[in-house]
């Protein structure tokens, strides 16, 4: 994509959040005009080939565009990290009928969740027991997901779930029988994402909403999605902290106190270096990561762990320096600095929390040692 357009759309997810982020988190919702619209232009999924209406970008680039949004919004860009992970897996999973038919969709302003956690499956995804089962010409699908992101707003929802011996991943409309949706009332983060615990009652659909067969490794397609999803919550986090290194500089520099502005005291200051110190640290494993994306190297699983583990660490770590600085003036709900400190802690837990991001990257210690 031209640098100039790419310039464009960026402006204008800044003009579509405005000054409306903080209105947007104390109410829990986002506008579905906003969401269509950015969807409709293919914003949501950024990655998506041209030739099914996304913008074609890869992973630097997509990164910084999600970085920009969660520099705005956090609620706004978990939507877009479950957009891009829904398309992503179909992608990756679907057949050449399925890729034209769904990515249009979802390039088209259609709006779509992915199901992996379940009420007794969470860090252990091995332990999912959401069933979707062949029936003649139909297969069946029966279960419960919890903690869906976007799913409140969803047109389509990606579910992960046994089938037979192995694993499927089916495209299941949000409006067929049997789809029950209850959206989580104030979350901890991301408030406007649209969380939501969804209940599949003997939900038929066609045998054609499977993606590329049956009987797949549950390992390898939960992989498939949680790739994407970490690499995009990697970057949201260096949003979140370049919008607390913003407000928190723009703050230190005119606030005075004792004479002389904040950020002019030694231990204020401290606070404000350990913020760009956060920032860049961030972006660099997040570009290194996109990088052996792009690349195709064996190192690209590892380095988006990396850089997942290592960005929402530090958000967390800079929202609260930022809210110190800010002190009583961030100390609102729905400023800035109070939604980041909430978004990012949100962010070490979910696509992996930080002890499994952990585990892996221990493991794979081991491995080059031997």
Same mark, same amino acid.
């Given at each position: 994509? !031209?640098?100039? =357009?790419?310039?464009?759309?960026?402006?204008?997810?800044?003009?579509?959040?405005?000054?409306?982020?903080?209105?947007?988190?104390?109410?829990g919702l986002l506008p579905g005009e906003v969401l269509?619209?950015?969807?409709?232009?293919?914003?949501?999924?950024?990655?998506?080939?041209?030739?099914?209406?996304?913008? #074609?970008? *890869?992973?630097?680039?997509?990164?910084?565009?999600?970085?920009?949004?969660?520099?705005?919004?956090?609620?706004?860009?978990?939507?877009?990290?479950?957009?891009?992970?829904?398309?992503?897996?179909?992608?990756?999973?679907? *057949?050449?009928?399925?890729?034209?038919?769904?990515?249009?969709?979802?390039?088209? @302003?259609?709006?779509?969740?992915?199901?992996?956690?379940?009420?007794?499956?969470?860090?252990?995804?091995?332990? &999912?027991?959401?069933? &979707?089962?062949?029936?003649?010409?139909?297969?069946?699908?029966?279960?419960?997901?919890?903690?869906?992101?976007?799913?409140?707003?969803?047109? /389509?929802?990606?579910?992960? %779930?046994?089938?037979?011996?192995?694993?499927?991943?089916?495209?299941?409309?949000?409006?067929?029988?049997?789809?029950?949706?209850? =959206?989580?009332?104030?979350?901890? #983060?991301?408030?406007?994402?649209?969380?939501?615990?969804?209940?599949?009652?003997?939900?038929?659909?066609?045998?054609?909403?499977?993606?590329? #067969?049956? %009987?797949?490794?549950?390992?390898?397609?939960?992989?498939?999605? /949680?790739?994407? @999803?970490?690499?995009?919550?990697?970057?949201?986090?260096? %949003? &979140?902290?370049?919008?607390?290194? !913003?407000?928190?500089? %723009?703050?230190?520099?005119?606030?005075?106190?004792?004479?002389?502005?904040?950020?002019?005291?030694?231990?204020?200051? =401290?606070? /404000?270096a350990e913020l760009l110190v956060a920032e860049q640290?961030?972006?660099?494993?997040?570009?290194?990561?996109?990088?052996?994306?792009?690349? @195709?190297?064996?190192?690209?699983?590892?380095?988006?762990?990396?850089?997942?583990?290592?960005?929402?660490?530090?958000?967390?770590?800079?929202?609260?320096?930022?809210?110190?600085?800010?002190?009583?003036?961030?100390?609102?709900?729905?400023?800035?600095?109070?939604?980041?400190?909430?978004?990012?802690?949100?962010?070490?837990?979910?696509?992996?929390?930080?002890?499994?991001?952990?585990? &892996?990257?221990?493991?794979?210690?081991?491995?080059?040692?031997?």
């Amino acid at each position: 994509m !031209a640098p100039e =357009r790419l310039a464009d759309e960026r402006a204008l997810v800044a003009a579509l959040v405005g000054d409306q982020a903080d209105s947007w988190d104390v109410a829990g919702l986002l506008p579905g005009e906003v969401l269509r619209e950015l969807g409709d232009r293919g914003l949501l999924c950024p990655q998506v080939p041209t030739e099914h209406g996304g913008l #074609g970008l *890869d992973s630097l680039a997509c990164g910084e565009f999600t970085a920009h949004a969660g520099s705005l919004c956090s609620s706004l860009r978990s939507v877009m990290t479950s957009q891009g992970m829904a398309a992503w897996t179909i992608q990756r999973l679907g *057949d050449a009928d399925q890729r034209s038919t769904y990515l249009a969709r979802l390039t088209g @302003g259609e709006l779509a969740a992915v199901g992996f956690s379940e009420p007794e499956a969470g860090s252990d995804l091995s332990a &999912i027991g959401t069933e &979707i089962r062949q029936d003649g010409d139909s297969v069946v699908v029966s279960g419960q997901k919890v903690w869906m992101t976007a799913a409140h707003y969803a047109d /389509l929802l990606v579910v992960f %779930g046994r089938h037979g011996d192995g694993a499927a991943a089916v495209v299941v409309p949000a409006s067929a029988p049997g789809v029950h949706v209850e =959206r989580i009332a104030e979350p901890l #983060g991301c408030r406007a994402a649209g969380h939501a615990n969804v209940r599949f009652d003997s939900v038929r659909l066609p045998r054609n909403s499977v993606l590329g #067969g049956t %009987g797949q490794s549950l390992a390898l397609l939960v992989t498939t999605a /949680l790739a994407y @999803g970490r690499m995009s919550v990697a970057w949201g986090c260096v %949003g &979140i902290l370049r919008a607390c290194l !913003a407000a928190a500089s %723009g703050h230190a520099a005119s606030r005075r106190q004792f004479g002389k502005p904040l950020a002019e005291h030694q231990l204020v200051a =401290r606070h /404000l270096a350990e913020l760009l110190v956060a920032e860049q640290v961030a972006t660099r494993a997040c570009e290194h990561a996109s990088r052996c994306w792009d690349s @195709g190297s064996p190192d690209a699983v590892v380095s988006t762990v990396l850089a997942k583990h290592v960005s929402s660490g530090q958000a967390v770590a800079g929202a609260a320096s930022a809210v110190q600085v800010l002190a009583s003036a961030g100390a609102r709900d729905g400023h800035v600095v109070a939604r980041a400190y909430r978004d990012a802690k949100l962010m070490e837990v979910i696509e992996g929390s930080s002890e499994i991001c952990q585990l &892996i990257l221990a493991q794979h210690a081991l491995t080059a040692a031997r």
